[in-house]
């Protein structure tokens, strides 16, 4: 069984910078695509950044492209999400995403994904 934790969360002012990490256990990491999503109060859950099994090839939403990097780092099965700039409207439950998948590109649907963590609060004031 795969577990994926997210942790990084906090408050921090716009303009600001927060990196949120997510390790996974229970699965060869390589064999994982993975991705971050994200949920505000109200909102539906909508797509945020995600990276192929080798992590050559990424993908962003346009709301936060050039200002968050996705990244990960397979020798210790974890994935990052490095957010820059933050904005107050970037404020919202994050959630590490994974899937089994021999496919090379990344996703970004949620149902491609059969993994979710927990979530991490991401509260960016003004």
């Known amino acids: 069984q795969l577990h994926l934790v997210e942790s990084g969360g906090g408050l921090v002012q716009a303009g600001g910078s927060l990196r949120l990490s997510c390790g996974a256990s229970?699965?060869?990491?390589?064999?994982?695509?993975m991705a971050w999503f994200r949920q505000a109060p109200g909102k539906e859950r909508e797509f945020v950044a995600a990276?192929?099994?080798?992590?050559?090839?990424?993908d962003y939403a346009d709301s936060v492209k050039g200002r968050f990097t996705i990244s990960r780092d397979n020798a210790k099965d974890t994935q990052y999400l490095q957010m820059n700039s933050l904005k107050p409207e970037d404020t919202a439950v994050y959630y590490c995403?994974?899937?089994?998948?021999?496919?090379?590109?990344?996703?970004?649907?949620?149902?491609?994904?059969?993994?979710w963590g927990q979530g991490t609060q991401v509260t960016v004031s003004s």
């Open positions: 995403a994974a899937d089994v998948t021999i496919a090379t590109t990344p996703r970004r649907y949620e149902t491609a994904y059969t993994y």
């Open positions: 229970g699965r060869t990491f390589t064999l994982l695509a």
């Open positions: 990276i192929s099994r080798t992590g050559g090839n990424t």
